[in-house]
T-cell receptor, first 114, second 114 residues
């Protein structure tokens, strides 16, 4: 079975700082990778996804993530965070093909200070 | 904006009561899921459904039950609530085929059992 590890559980940044949230997964085959975001009081929503092709994927609100297959990693980045990025971020993985369950990481709470 | 709806959003109930958490989606998705989310923990899949009359237990053992009589409706029932059932329950759905794994979430039902 697959698993997901998020290294930072709570991150505090000042506005305009750069962000990188780590995510590693364990699974021997081909995977789909996701970052979900949960803003305070709102539902979980997709931030970006990787299925195949260019390993650098761009999502909403200036976020991007890079899939490094050799490192089993899918780190989330943003060059300059805003106060409105304060949220909880979840990395998720599911094996490609057929019905495969999605496994989530523990989440990283990001607090951006104005 | 989510097209998946959960009610109630908040519920406080006494031990031994029967409760049903409702989940409906208007996207025509075949696959639906229930996740349990506790603070500081990853989301745990407790139930899923491939389609009408199909239900399966997820990775985390749960005393709850689910039913899928209509495509759009996936309610979760606890016959006799206990304090250990206190948690947030998230309902989600996804398309079949390409895009499987991209989940659409409701806003959650936060259950407190006294």
């Amino acid at each position: 079975a697959q698993s997901v590890s998020q290294h930072n559980h709570h991150v505090i940044l000042s506005e305009a700082a750069s962000l990188e949230l780590g995510c590693n997964y364990s699974y021997g085959g081909t995977v789909n990778l996701f970052w979900y975001v949960q803003y305070p009081g709102q539902h979980l929503q997709l931030l970006l996804k990787y299925f195949s092709g260019d390993p650098l994927v761009k999502g909403i609100k200036g976020f991007e993530a890079e899939f490094i297959k050799s490192k089993f990693s899918f780190n989330l980045r943003k060059p300059s965070v805003q106060w409105s990025d304060t949220a909880e971020y979840f990395c998720a993985v599911n094996p490609s093909g057929g019905y495969q369950k999605v496994t989530f990481g523990i989440g990283t709470k990001l607090q951006v200070i104005p | 904006e989510a097209d998946i709806y959960q009610t109630p959003r908040y519920l406080v109930i006494g031990t031994g009561k029967k409760i049903t958490l409702e989940c409906s989606q208007t996207m025509g998705h075949d696959k639906m899921y229930w996740y349990q989310q506790d603070p500081g923990m990853e989301l745990h899949l407790i139930h899923y459904s491939y389609g009408v009359n199909s239900t399966e237990k997820g990775d985390l053992s749960s005393e709850s039950t689910v039913s899928r009589i209509r495509t759009e409706h996936f309610p979760l029932t606890l016959e006799s609530a206990r304090p250990s059932h206190t948690s947030q329950y998230l309902c989600a759905s996804s398309r079949t085929g390409f895009g499987t794994g991209e989940l659409f979430f409701g806003e959650g039902s936060r259950l407190t059992v006294l």
